[in-house]
């Protein structure tokens, strides 16, 4: 799991360079494994706007299972 963080981390840090975001970087800071309805542990303000992913995702040997990505709206 944390290799698919770190993976996706990087991407993101791809995506943003490329647009010409340089005031922000991205860094893995680990799965958290949150059950639902459970807020995010990044700084956050009740009510303030989230981008969230959600893929169905199957990691050998495990069931397959929901992977949700919830990101703080980049201003």
Same mark, same amino acid.
């Given at each position: ?23 922000? !970087?991205?860094?893995?800071? *680990?799965?958290?494994?949150? =059950?639902?309805?459970?807020? +995010? &542990?990044?700084?956050? #303000?009740?009510? !303030?706007?989230?981008?969230? *992913?959600?893929?169905?995702? =199957?990691?050998?040997?495990? +069931? &397959?299972?929901?992977? #949700? ?7």
């Amino acid at each position: 799991m944390l290799e698919i963080d770190d993976m996706i981390a990087s991407a993101t840090a791809s995506a943003l360079a490329e647009h010409g975001v340089a005031r922000w !970087s991205v860094r893995s800071a *680990g799965c958290q494994g949150v =059950r639902a309805g459970i807020r +995010p &542990a990044f700084p956050y #303000v009740e009510g !303030s706007e989230l981008v969230v *992913g959600r893929v169905a995702a =199957r990691v050998e040997p495990f +069931p &397959a299972a929901e992977l #949700v990505l919830v990101l703080p709206v980049l201003d």
